[in-house]
């Protein structure tokens, strides 16, 4: 049997494992929040006041809510995705662009869904996000407190924060803003698309699920608030839904978000 030298003082011990690279960090998402409040407020009052061309391409729009980008060739050149490139021009430190582009195309498709025959008032709000949107709804409902953990709408918001592609967010979002279209409550929709960004990135998925269930439960605290002020005989409004939405980010509050754009409202 032949044995193998040794090399006396040799280090034996096995080669150091490469170090795990960094984690791939995203641009800033009010980018993409940007680029849909932009083309939203700019398309939203044109529809409002009837004008034959933002009917028409409303009616476009609806045709891709729910579905991914790809699907609709149709919609290329219109909708969020056009202001969403002009913003990128020049822009090589933006990684994920294909990931903006789905979120700025469901936010916008969905919108455009969710203002269908709306003639009176824009759904997209900015004093309105999504958790708080469907706590508005149970509410309207007139579901009580002791059921609300059985309400089909909370079991609707679990399920777009459980899923586990874009395609069945974008099913069940699609769910949602059906019945928010049928109870006129209106959505941050520039809000979303940036959570919708930050969602395809793993990393940041389980922030943005943290997000949609901490407005959730704000909503609850500033109905709460709001009944509390009325029964001591308080009237003034303690339940403002935009703070609660700074609350759970604050990078995103209206000012510093959208440089100030007016929303159409």
Known sequence: MTIAPTTTGADTSPPPRESAPAA???????????????????????????????????????????????????????????????????????????????????????????????????????RQNLGGAVRTLIRLKGTSGEDEEDSSLRKRLVRVGTAESLDSVAVRLREIVMLLRGAREPLDYARLAGQLYRWQHRPDRAGVQREWGREFHLAAASTARKSKSASDGDTRDTGDTSNA???????LSPDEEYGGYAAGE
């Open 24 to 126: 791939e960090r995203l641009p800033d998402h009010r980018l993409v929040a940007r680029a849909t409040g932009k083309y939203i407020a700019r398309i939203q009052p044109q529809y409002l006041s009837n004008t034959s061309s933002a009917v028409a391409e409303l009616a476009r729009l609806r045709r891709g809510a729910g579905k991914r980008v790809h699907q609709v060739q149709d919609l290329w050149g219109i909708g969020g995705t056009e202001e969403l490139a002009r913003l990128l021009d020049g822009r090589k430190d933006f990684i994920r662009p294909a990931f903006a582009e789905e979120a700025v195309f469901l936010a916008s498709t969905l919108w455009a869904l969710h203002q269908q025959s709306a003639r009176d008032t824009g759904m997209h709000d900015q």
């Open 245 to 251: 939405g700074d609350a759970v980010d604050r990078a």
